[in-house]
């Protein structure tokens, strides 16, 4: 199945895929900051480890970044974000290694 692509002319190609991960991440970020009692130690510590579990299911190995929201007064830090870019810049770097390999195979 082939993944559908959203692109401008200024705009980086982007799945539906790394769009929607993203407007989770983007999501459990702003709500930390949008709802104040998310940032009290027992319920915000919730959606950390709802967000946490989301991140290892989908990210793997690169989604432990988010583990650094459960220390306290690192709330601030949008790691949620975080995560996914470096889960897409690692992606990116991968398929076009993989293109590359490709390429070579063909010359």
Do not use: H
């Not at 007064?73 to 390999?101: H, Q």
């Amino acid at each position: 199945m082939e993944s559908k692509i959203v692109s401008a002319q200024w705009l980086q190609k982007i799945s539906w895929e790394e769009l929607m991960t993203l407007t989770v991440c983007l999501t459990i970020d702003l709500l930390e900051y949008a709802v104040p009692i998310l940032m009290s130690p027992i319920y915000g510590d919730i959606l950390d480890i709802v967000g946490f579990v989301f991140a290892a299911i989908y990210f793997n190995l690169i989604g432990a970044i988010t583990l650094l929201e459960l220390i306290p007064g690192l709330d601030i830090v949008p790691f949620f974000t975080l995560t996914w870019l470096t889960w897409y810049i690692y992606r990116r770097r991968k398929l076009r290694k993989r293109m590359d390999e490709e390429l070579e195979k063909w010359l």
